[in-house]
């Protein structure tokens, strides 16, 4: 019994989002047929999406903006840039963590973040900040629970991924413009820009190990050329048969027919089902829900559950929570600075009314702003990259805030035997029985080795 509880914490704390009020005892005796349910389950549909604009309507964003720029005064390009988009995305983060908070399927929305982190599109890059929140509701939310190739497909060809990686500026040789470019933030193409192809390479599929060459990049960039965004009478993705590099092409040592589009969607469809992409994406998920290093027996059930079941998803998330490995003490990761704030806002459902600003600047203060990954690679996946001394006293600051705010209202130690039941350690317990106030045993518990891990 005692076993089957502690599995309880780790479906609600390593694979969930952290354990809501009543969660830890919703999950009941089997806490994998709780995840597996999740995990099998169509997007569920978040009323906190509701209203939010289409990638169609974001892509007017940009343009907007530009024309505004004749009326900014004596304002600074950065100042109308912050005021046109700074809404925008803050209505994203907002909508974002309330969904995180709320949802009673926190497993389907863990995953949706993986994927999403998996397959990053960053408004680091201004050319999409309207964009980055569309993407991740159309190219990844829909196809959590579908297979792998369809998930590629859908990111690689969106607007906020061709626009991020720069494939509207890859062309075959020859190309010339019809018109010039409309302002700086659209040049005109100068030929093929290997970008996005190296990163579906790298980072989508085969992994930096995989077995690709060069070569392929270049000869996979030229399958991708256009593939492109409309800016106006038709947002949205495009191919342009005027920019697409034709004849066949061999890549990987396989040569592949002149399709138009289709071209790159075999190439893609391929890609999917390759042995050295189920191996690659074993060990990220093996990486992210087990250990910074990730067990290699694990990693070669799920790589083979990918490779068996073509991608099918659901039956990798299976062989993922069939693995041993993902149920055994300690609570081995380290909440990076979402997953701990989200894990605050479960636990303390009066969190929730927080403000998008504030959320967003606590977590900016952390070191992870909500659609700002640093690169395509997307957000770090291991403890030493959120373990810095000043990174690790900001949660402790908050926990602080967050006590003197709720802690009235909180019996920290019910609240941790609610969340985390008997992986709280003696040494935990005995410090919240001996807090001088609910306040000081709440930031106690907020800031504890185990509430910062999962």
């Known amino acids: 019994m005692a076993h089957m509880a502690f599995e309880s914490v780790i479906a609600v704390n390593r694979f969930g989002l952290g354990a809501a009020p009543g969660e830890l005892a919703a999950v009941g ?35 907007r903006w530009i024309a505004s720029l004749r009326n900014a005064g004596a304002r600074t390009v950065e100042e109308t840039f912050r005021e046109h988009f700074g809404p925008i995305i803050l209505a994203e983060v907002g909508a974002r963590l309330a969904a995180a908070a709320a949802t009673p399927a926190p497993f389907h929305e863990r995953l949706a973040w993986f994927w999403a982190n998996h397959f990053t599109v960053s408004a680091e890059k201004p050319l999409v900040f309207a964009l980055v929140g569309s993407f991740e509701r159309e190219a ?7 297979r792998f190739a369809d998930i590629l497909l859908a990111s690689c060809s969106h607007p906020a991924m061709i626009l991020y990686l720069d494939n509207h500026l890859s062309v075959r040789k020859g190309w010339q413009p019809r018109r010039p470019p409309r302002s700086a933030a659209f040049p005109s193409p100068t030929g093929l820009n290997e970008n996005l192809a190296r990163e579906i390479l790298e980072l989508h599929t085969l992994g930096v190990n995989g077995g690709y060459t060069q070569a392929d990049v270049t000869e996979f960039a030229r399958v991708i050329t256009g593939w492109t965004v409309g800016r106006t009478a038709g947002p949205g993705f495009l191919f342009d048969p005027a920019r697409h590099e ?3 092409k061999t890549l990987l040592g396989k040569t592949y027919a002149e399709e138009g589009r289709a071209q790159g969607e075999a190439v893609l469809r391929d890609l999917a089902a390759h042995p050295a992409t189920a191996l690659h994406v074993a ?10 290093e990730p067990p290699p027996a694990a990693v070669a059930r799920i790589a083979r559950a990918f490779r068996d079941t073509d991608g099918h998803l659901p ?8 693995c041993p490995e993902a149920w055994e003490r300690p609570l081995a990761k380290l909440k990076s600075p979402i997953e701990y ?10 969190l929730r009314a927080a403000k998008p600003q504030a959320m967003f600047f606590t977590l900016r203060g952390m070191g992870q702003r909500p659609f700002f990954a640093p690169s395509p690679q997307g957000w770090p ?5 959120w373990a810095g ?3 690790l006293w900001k949660r402790i600051e908050w926990a602080g805030i967050l006590a003197a705010r709720l802690g009235s209202q909180v019996d920290p130690l019910a609240l941790a035997r609610e969340g985390y039941g008997e992986a709280v350690g003696e040494a935990t317990r005995l410090a919240l029985a001996r807090a001088e106030s609910r306040q000081q045993g709440l930031a106690l518990w907020l800031a504890s080795p185990e509430f910062q891990r999962r």
């Open 389 to 391: 001394a000043d990174a």
């Open 246 to 248: 034709p004849g066949p």
């Open 341 to 350: 704030v989200v894990s605050c806002q479960r636990a303390l459902p009066a």
């Open 29 to 63: 005796a089997d806490p994998r047929a709780w995840l597996a349910r999740q995990a099998g389950q169509p997007a569920p549909e978040r009323p906190e999406f509701a209203g939010l604009a289409h990638s169609n309507e974001a892509l007017k964003e940009y343009p």
């Open 140 to 146: 990844i939310r829909p196809h959590v629970g579908g």
């Open 315 to 322: 039956s990798v998330y299976a062989a993922l929570l069939d």
């Open 381 to 385: 996946d291991n403890t030493g990259a």
């Open 283 to 292: 060990t990220k998920l093996a990486r992210h829900f087990i250990a910074d």
